[in-house]
Structures are given as C-alpha cells and as structure tokens.
C-alpha cells in the first residue's frame, strides 16, 4: 500500500490557463472523489467516480472543470480558462466500496494551485 | 441534506492537558461521522469514525470520540495533549445512499495549538 499520490504538488499558472491534476489511487480501491479546499475551509466535495463511471459532480464543478478516470485506475481534474477564485488545495481520496457507507477514504498530499 | 459544524475555529491548550474539540452534526437519517487530522501542507489522515457501533470510538495518536444523538455531538478528546498533536483538525460526516454514497462533508476545521 503505497497511499494515494497526487502530481504535481504546486502549480502556479497564470489566469486564463487551462491547468490538469493527476490522482494515483490505492490500486485495489475502486471509489475515488476530488474535493477542493480554500484557505480556513474544510474540505468540498467535487466529483466522485465508482471505477471508471463519474457518478456524481457538485454544483461547485463549472462547466470549466472536467474529470475523467479512464481505465478505473488513476483520475485526471482539468480546469480551463483557470480563474483567481480556482486557486485552492484540490485533494484526491480513495476508497473500497464496502456493504455500507463506512468505506474509509484515504487522502493524497494534494495539489496546491496559485493563479496569478 | 447533512452538515456538520465545528465550535471553535482555534483551540489552544498547554503541553499535558485535555483536547477537546467540538463538532455538532445535522442529518436526517442515521450518521456516519469521522474526525481526520491535517498537518501543514499534507493530505488528511484519518483518527477515527462512528458507525453506529460503540457511541465511544477509539482512534490513533490516543484520541478518542462520543457519538451523542440526544445532543447531536460528536466531539473530539484527547487526556493528555502533546506538542505533536499541533495541527488542523475536520470533523466530516458521511452521505450515504443513492448516488451520493461515500461522499463527506466537512466542517469548517479547529486548529490546535499546544503550548510548552
């Protein structure tokens, strides 16, 4: 168990710039979810995917952000035309579905994203 | 729809004394709830979660947590503070059924300074 990875771990870009995150899930865990975090805030909830299928994005998902888990495996969140209201921690976690909500998830180090 | 609030943005204690951190849940059906701890510039780890087993759940790191349902609580102790307990801490709640199964929501967070 390698943990979850995120890549990279900074980005600074500059508004107007499209910008993509990876998330390397634990490799047996077929739930993964996206939140982003802003300063003095937990946690939102984006998207989640159970393996490959995206079965639910937040209102907080523009039509700007898009993610995609192709193979079941890792997950790419891409923001276009990235705005100063995007910059914030963007976390990836994992689970393995389990018989009920108590699955727990395991969280990456998580992408921090600056736009100038 | 579920939230979860966290009474004290900051909480400061001395080097050996009792933690707690407070944290009230609103859900309309039974709660899954968890605490996950969150040092500078790292994902979170999880210390502990209720799932309706034992009202009293142990974690890691020597904290420990009460499920109240009469007040709605579950909130966060330790005996004894130590200097590396100094992080952020999220109480979360978990979503659970239809497409929104595993999702959590967090509060807003309570950081802990422990004070030689």
């Known amino acids: 168990d390698t943990g979850v990875s995120q890549d990279p771990r900074h980005k600074i870009t500059k508004r107007g710039q499209n910008v993509t995150f990876r998330c390397d899930p634990i490799s047996e865990h077929n739930r993964l979810y996206w939140y982003r975090q802003t300063l003095g805030q937990g946690p939102e909830f984006l998207t989640y995917?159970?393996?490959?299928?995206?079965?639910?994005k937040s209102r907080l998902l523009s039509d700007r952000f898009s993610a995609e888990r192709p193979k079941g495996s890792f997950s790419t969140l891409e923001i276009q035309r990235t705005e100063q209201g995007d910059s914030a921690m963007y976390l990836c976690a994992s689970s393995l579905e389990g018989t009920t909500s108590t699955d727990t998830q395991y969280f990456g180090p998580g992408t921090r994203l600056t736009v100038l | 729809a579920q939230s979860v609030t966290q009474l004290g943005s900051h909480v400061s204690v001395s080097e050996g004394a009792l933690v707690l951190l407070r944290c009230n849940y609103s859900s309309s059906v039974p709660p899954y709830l968890f605490w996950y701890v969150q040092y500078p510039n790292q994902g979170l780890q999880l210390l502990l979660k209720?799932?309706?087993?034992?009202?009293l759940v142990k974690g890691i790191n020597g904290f420990e947590a009460e499920f109240k349902k009469s007040e709605t609580s579950f909130h966060l102790t330790k005996p004894s503070a130590h200097m590396s307990d100094a992080a952020e801490y999220f109480c979360?709640?978990?979503?659970?059924?239809?497409?929104?199964?595993?999702?959590?929501?967090f509060g807003q967070g309570t950081i802990l300074t422990v004070h030689p």
């Open positions: 979360a709640v978990n979503h659970a059924g239809g497409t929104s199964y595993g999702k959590l929501t």
């Open positions: 995917f159970q393996n490959e299928a995206q079965l639910e």
């Open positions: 209720y799932t309706s087993a034992a009202t």
